[in-house]
C-alpha cells in the first residue's frame, strides 16, 4: 500500500432510459460536448425499469454517486414508466439520505433526446457536487475494505 | 459459461484518436468468458462484420461484445451481422465508447480507462445473456369499428378501401351519429347531412363494409392481430331482409308518445320508427318499451300494414362471434347532464335550451321544420342569449375540467345563422373567451361579429330567472365594462360541455385500454402515437379520444384507418423478445404489476405449481408477451421479486453495475 | 418578508382559496346580489390578493356590502371562492380590533348597532362546530 494519498477519482453510475435520455447522451457525444469520464452510463429500457436494489448495489460496491435520468414527465416512451420512476427515487433518495447517503449523491433528471446540452451539464454539475462531497464511505461493502 | 468474443472498432480515428483501442482488446481477453478479442478499423464494414462471422465459427463463440458507436445505431446491424453466422441476435450487445467516451474526452489515457469499464460492464451483461425468440402470431385481416359515427364511417372506408374486411358496430338503430343530428357546419356552413348522407350510403354499399345497427360488442378476448368479439345483435322486431322501408308502418303505428332521441326528446316519435328520413340502413326498429303490442299483446296493426310481411314480434337478440385483427374504438360523445347547473333555469324553462337542441330547433327536419321559435309558446323570439363554458372549464364536481373545443365556433355559427335568416333577432353571447384556432376558424368568428353585428359579451352568466311574462331575466358580467348587466331574453341557448359517450368505459374496460380521468381514452403517445390505444392493436377514432370537431375527427379517423391498415397488412407479428417474465415459484398473484402495467398484458391464472415437491393451484401472473413492451415497470413493482425482464433482467443490470464499479 | 405580502397571504390561509385558480370568468360578479353596491367588484377580489393589495380590499365599500349569500362560492367553476376571500377581509378587520375569535356568549355584549348583521351570520358560519 502506497502511503501517498491516492488522488479521489469517482465512480458514478448513470442509468439512462433508452428512449430520451440515452439518445440525449449519443447527442451529447454527436456534439463532442464533454462531460468527465467518471460517468458511465447504463442503457435501461424505461427509467421505471431501474430498480431501486440497482442504486443500492452501486453504493454498496463503492460508487459515489447516481444519477438516472428519463424522458420528461409526459413524454414517456411506455406513457407513465416515468411517472412510477419518479416517486420511486423520491421515497429512495429520502430513505438514502436518512442512512447517511447525502442527497447530493442521488439525482434525477429529464433529458430528451434533444437534450444533448442538457445531457452534459447535467453531468458537469452532478460530477462536480460528487468531487464536492468526496468518497462515499457510507454503503460500501465492509468485507471490502483494508 | 458463455465464449464471449470482443470486437472493438476504431471507427477510423473517431475512436482510435482518444482510445486505445489495442488496450481494450488486450484487457478483453483477461475477463472472465472472453475467448477471442480483436480491433479493427470499421467493424460495421462488410469486412468487419466477416471478422465476426468467421470468430463465431473458429472460436465456438456465444456471445459478442462490440465496442463501437451507439447502439441506437448499429445494434440491429451487428445482431444481424451474428443471426447470419446463426449465432442468437440477442447474444449481442454493444459497448458504446464512441458518443459515450472518444467524442467527450480529450485525455487518452482516461478514455482508454473508461473504454476498458465500458466493456467490462458489456462482457459482464453478456455473460447472463441468453439466446431470445421473438414470438409470432398471426393477424386476422378483419376490422372491427366500435361507433357508427362520422369517425367510425371514416375510418371504415379508408380501411375497406385498403382491401380488408371491415365490421362497424352502431348502437343505435342508425349509423350517422352526433353529425346526422347537426343543421350546419362551420366554418363553411354546408348543410351536414348533405355532406354526411353520401358517406353513409357509401360505406352502406361497399362491398367490404358490413354494418351491425342497434347492435353493442358484449365481451372482447385476445390480443393484438387475434381479437374474438362477441357482438349482441338486439332484436329489431323487423326482419331485415324482408322490409322495404317504405314507412306504412310507422305512420300507421298508434303509439306516438315516445320521446324522440333523434331530436333530443323536444318531440315524439312512434314506437316503430327509424330515427331519422335518412337512416341507414332504412329498416325500422320497433320499441319495446312504447309499443302498444309488447305492452299489453293486443294492436299488431304494423305487422298487419306490412305488405313485405317483415315484423317479426318474436324476434330474439343474436350473439355474433367474429375474429378481428384489429378494434378501432369511436364511440364519440354526449353532451353532459344540466342537473346541476340550476342557475341556468335549464329545467324550469322551455326555452332555455341546449346548443345541441338549437341544431334540431334549426334544421328543417326537426320539431319546428326549422323555424326558429320558442319552444314554450312557438312565438318567435327577438331577444337571444347564449351562454359558452356551460359545464366545461369547471374544476368543481359539476362540470369538466376540460374546454370542450368546439363550442365557441359552434356558438358563432348559431349566432351567424339566426342574424342570417333572422335579422331582427338580436343575438347577444357572453363568453369567458373566445378560442378560435383552426384554419378560418377565427375569420369566421369576426365575420360574425362585424359582418353579422352578434353582440359579444366578455363576462359569464351568473343566473337565468324565468319571468311571469314568460321571458327570461339573464344576469350577468361584462367584466370589460365592469358593470353587471341584466338582459331581458326569449330564449337562452347553453354551449354545453361534451363528455365521451358514456358507453365507453365499459367498452374500455372490455379492451383493457387505458381511459383518463374525464372518461377520454388514452393514447399511446400524446404526440407521436395520438391515434393508437397503448393496448396494442386498438386505435382510438374521434372525439372518444378528445374534442374535437369534424375536420380533425375525420383527419384522426384517416389516421387511426392507416394504423390499423399497417397491422392487417401483415401475416405474422413478430413480438419484441425482451418482455417481462414471472417466476412462477416467487409470484404470489398480488395484482401490483397488472396495475402498473400500461398495456394490460399482465392477467392472472390459477396454475398448478410444484414447489419444491409441494404441489398446489395458486393465482400467477401472466405475461402476453404479444402484449408486453418491455418497459419494465412491473418488475420493479413486484414485491415478491418474481418478474424479471428478457435482455435487460436484474441480475444482467447487477452485473453491469458492479463492472462498473469494480 | 413585506407585510403587504404577509397580509396576503394571512387572506388566502384565513380563506383556504388559491386566487390562482381564478380563470376570470366574471361568474361572480354576474351572480352577486350586492354588485351595485360595490366599490370592488366579486371579480376583482382575487386580483386584489394577488397584487397584495389588501389595504384596499380592507378599505373597500365591498367589506360591508356582502351579503354573505356564498352564490359566488356556490357558482364560481374553478372553485375559487370569492366570497371567502372577502370574509376572510372581513376577519382580519375584526382580528385588528384584537378580537381573534368570538364566543357565543360574548356576541350580545358585542353587538354594535353599526357592525352589519352579515358579519355575525358568516362569523358564525365560520365558527359553527
Redesign the interface.
Known sequence: MSIEKKEFKP?I?AFCC?WCS??G??L???S????P?DV???????S???????IL??FE???DGVIMCGCHP??C?????NY?ARR?MTLLFSMLDYIGVENGRTRVEWVSAAEGVKF?DTMNSFVEKIYSLGENVRLGDLRCRS | MQRIGVFVCHCGSNIAATVDVAKVAEMALMEPGVVHAEDYQYMCSEAGQAKIADAIHEKKLSGIVVCSCSPRMHEATFRKAAERAGLNPYMVEIANIREHCSWIHKDMEEATKKAVILMRAAVAKVNLNTPLKPGESRVTKRALIIGGGIAGIQTALDIADAGYEVDIVEKTPSIGGRMSQLDKTFPTLDCSACILTPKMVEASAHEKINIYTYSEVEKVSGFVGDFTVDIRKKARSVDMDKCTGCGVCQEKCPSKKAPSEFNRGLNTRSAIYTPFAQAIPNVPVIDREACIKFKTGKCGICSKVCQAGAIDYEQKDEIITEKYGAIVVATGFDTINLDKYDEYAYSQSKDVITSLELERVMNAAGPTHGHLERLSDGKAPKEMVFIQCVGSRCSDDRGKPYCSKICCMYTAKHAMLIRDKYPDVNVTVFYIDVRTPGKNFDEFYRRAVEQYGVNYIKGQVGKVIPQPNGKLLVQGSDLLDNKQILKEADMVVLATAIEPNPDVRKIATMLTASIDTNNFLTEAHAKLRPVESPTAGIFLSGVCQGPKDIPETVAQAGAAAVKAIGLLAKDKLMTNPCTAHSDELLCNGCSTCENVCPYGAITYEDKEVNDHGIREVRRLAVVNSALCQGCGACTVACPSGAMDLQGFSNRQIIAEVDAICR | MGAKKKQAEMIEEISGVNPLKCMKCGKCSATCPSYNEMDIKPHQFVSYVINEDVESLVNSKSLWKCLSCFACVERCPRDVKPGKLIDAARQMVVRKREQNYLTPDEIPELLDPELPQQLLVSAFRRYRR
Open positions: 465512480k453510475v433508452n440515452y439518445a447522451a449519443d451529447a457525444g454527436s463532442r460536448l464533454s462531460y469520464a458511465k452510463i447504463i442503457r435501461v429500457p424505461c421505471c425499469r431501474v430498480n431501486p436494489m440497482f448495489r452501486a460496491k463503492g460508487a409526459g413524454d416512451h411506455y406513457s407513465t414508466g412510477y420511486r452534459s
